[in-house]
């Protein structure tokens, strides 16, 4: 049952992948780039988990924009400034932290 579960997991990623290499697809770096250009940021980590394709990425953000805010405010604040590539994104994964911790 497992092996099937992640077999068809393993499918739809590739899936996933070649529909994205068809668009911009958004790299570990223009993300950062634009996090970077937009808060004032502490700590960073972007990474692709998808294999490369840009289709799912795991990212990191402490900012000194985040102090005050609550974890939803600082990922709507993140999801905001990604918006174009969220868009093109399968999945994201967000962690958040102020920089007052």
């Known amino acids: ?3 099937q579960l992640l077999s ?6 590739v899936q996933v992948c070649r529909h994205m290499s068809g668009n911009t697809a958004p790299t570990e770096q223009s993300i950062k780039a634009k996090l970077e250009q937009s808060l004032k940021v502490e700590s960073i980590s972007v990474q692709d988990i998808s294999g490369g394709c840009g289709a799912m990425f795991q990212i990191y953000v402490q900012a000194e924009d985040f102090n005050g805010l609550r974890t939803l405010q600082q990922h709507k604040l ?3 400034i ?3 590539d969220v868009a093109n994104m399968h999945g994201l994964t967000l962690k958040t932290e102020p920089t007052n911790r």
């Open 1 to 3: 049952m497992l092996r």
């Open 8 to 13: 068809r997991q393993r499918v739809h990623v």
């Open 78 to 80: 993140i999801q905001n």
């Open 82 to 84: 990604l918006k174009e």
